[in-house]
Structures are given as structure tokens and as C-alpha cells.
């Protein structure tokens, strides 16, 4: 596979094709011609590893090949919205894109002084990797190509002291609009939800049923989700919108289920029963214990 890292956006300009950017930390540009550097590719075409130092939005549509979400495959003839964060690595393999395509590259420094700076953390889906990309139904894509189009409307506009504000602006708004997508995907794959949840407690279940939570601790959401071949906030999100509840609430559930049943076994100890779940201070257990049970242990083993 070829590995490619960009440490600025006039280096991935110059490797799209594209002119240099006129601002170093922020460009947007709307291509309708087919570029073999821009990661389409045919059967036979090297895949392709991707690396940059700064945030991606990319809205192409693909023609042929497949992407994976999650661990399904869905064929793509719809919009594609593709996000990445600096230093996460996306791979293209088999995939050919279409000749019309919008694109947005910029760095952090871009939103310094601006609440999108701290607003950007909340948008998970920075987080997910290539097969967990946004899927658009028509109405969604032309909605969010208008967006585009202003956010292009204004950057080619002659620059004066309100243009990064109204461009950021825009920015935010696709923000929004994706955020809104990303949830009705979630809702609208409710079978998949479901399989990955039952895969995710069936992880839960052979960590505790051999002994692993003695050994290692309790297992951490990056480990599950790396069990399950998914990012930890993709994971986190497809659990909630199944659930209700965050990945890290359903551990602790499945910690005190069985924390039920260790204190209900003859001369049961708290602090044993803290240390078999894999906390490191008995106090810690029976704070959570507490704190979903509304009873501590003590008074749990008294009631029973």
C-alpha cells in the first residue's frame, strides 16, 4: 500500500493537482475533473494510505467499488461525506469516484480566537475512520453542496476583515447539518446497532467468564472497540443511539450485575468482590455500586 503524509495543505494541493492555496491553513475547492492522485482507482490500482497534519471534509460521489461501515458493506451511489482529523490515516482501495467533487482542508490555527476552536472537539464524527463515512440521500447531498458553494462564494470573494468570519460561519453550519445526517444514520441502521451491541456484550461476557477482569482490569472502550474492529467513538455512539446509554454506562451496568450476584454468594466480601471486578480500591466499587444500585453493598447484602 501506498503511504502518503502531507504536513501542509499546499503540499496536498500540489499532489491533487490543485493551485496553491491562497491562505495556508484554509481551502476549499470544487473539482469536476477525474484524478488518478486523488485516490480513484481501478481493480488494479495501488490502495492508497492517507495521512494529513490538518481537518478534511471531502463530498464525492463514488461509481463503482464499495465502501465498508463498520463491518457491512454498502454500495455508495449517493453522496459520500468523508471526515478526517489531523494525523488520522483513511486508506482508498478499489474505489472510483466521480468527476464532481468538494473539498475543505484546513488547520486548527484556522479557528483560533473563534468558538468553533472548542466546538469542533463535540463533532465525533472526526473521529470515525473511512468506512464510517456520512452517506447522503439526494435531498441531504444538494443541501449540503449549497453550503459548499457559499463557504466557495466568499473565499474567492475579495478578502476584507468579515471573510473569515462569515466563512467559518458556513463552516459551522455543514457542521451542524452533518451532525443531524450522522444521527439519522444511526437511527436508520438500527439492525446493524443491534448486532454490534450483541457483539460488544458478547465481548463483555467472555472477558468476565475468563477471568481476564482479574488480570488485566476492567476493559476500557478503545480495548472493546478494537475488539470489535471499530473506533471507540464510533462505538460509543452506535451504543447510545441503540441504548440510551454511552458504552462506558453499559460496563459499569455489566459490572454491577455481576457484582449482584458475587454479594449474594455465601460469606461474600465487598473488598473481594471489588478486587475480582477489576477495581484497583474497594471504595471506588462501592461508590458505583451506590451510586446505580441506590443502596451501597453492605446494606445490599443486609437487604438480601
Known amino acids: ?19 496553491e492555496p491562497e491562505n495556508p491553513l484554509f481551502t476549499v475547492s470544487h473539482t469536476h475533473t477525474v484524478s488518478e492522485n486523488e485516490g480513484e482507482c481501478d481493480e488494479q490500482a495501488e490502495p492508497i494510505s492517507l495521512t494529513c497534519d490538518f481537518y478534511t471534509i471531502s463530498l464525492k460521489n463514488i461509481i463503482s467499488g464499495e465502501l465498508t461501515y463498520g463491518r457491512t458493506k454498502y454500495d455508495c451511489s449517493n453522496g459520500t461525506l468523508l471526515f478526517t482529523s489531523p494525523n488520522q490515516n483513511i486508506k482508498f482501495e478499489n474505489i472510483v469516484y466521480s468527476s464532481e467533487a468538494y473539498h475543505i482542508s484546513f488547520h ?15 463533532y465525533s464524527f472526526f473521529g470515525y475512520q473511512v468506512n464510517e463515512a456520512l452517506h447522503l440521500s439526494p435531498k441531504e447531498e444538494e443541501r449540503l453542496k449549497l453550503v459548499f458553494r457559499n463557504i466557495i462564494e466568499e473565499y474567492e470573494n475579495n478578502q476584507d476583515e468579515f471573510s473569515k ?22 437511527l436508520n441502521r438500527k439492525e ?8 460488544f456484550k458478547s465481548i463483555l461476557n467472555i472477558y468476565f467468564d475468563t477471568n481476564q477482569i482479574e488480570e488485566h482490569g476492567i476493559p476500557t472502550v478503545e480495548w472493546i472497540a478494537g475488539q470489535l474492529g471499530v473506533s471507540h467513538r464510533y462505538m460509543s455512539d452506535t451504543i447510545k443511539a441503540e441504548t440510551g446509554k454511552t458504552a462506558i454506562d453499559q460496563i459499569n451496568l455489566y459490572l454491577i450485575e455481576e457484582a449482584k450476584n458475587m454479594l449474594l454468594a455465601p460469606h461474600a466480601s465487598i473488598s473481594e468482590t471489588a478486587y475480582k471486578l477489576g477495581f484497583e480500591y474497594p471504595q471506588y466499587f462501592s461508590r458505583l455500586f451506590k451510586k446505580k444500585v441506590g443502596v451501597s453493598p453492605k446494606e445490599y447484602i443486609n437487604m438480601n
Open 1 to 19: 500500500m501506498k503511504e502518503l503524509i502531507f504536513k501542509t495543505i499546499g503540499d496536498f494541493h500540489n499532489y491533487l493537482g490543485l493551485e
Open 108 to 122: 486548527k490555527d484556522y479557528l483560533n480566537g473563534h468558538p468553533l476552536f472548542e466546538k469542533i472537539k463535540k
Open 165 to 186: 468570519d462569515i466563512i467559518l460561519s458556513h463552516l459551522e453550519t455543514l457542521l451542524k447539518y452533518s451532525n443531524r445526517y450522522y444521527k439519522r444514520q444511526f
Open 192 to 199: 446493524i446497532n443491534q448486532d454490534l451491541f450483541s457483539e
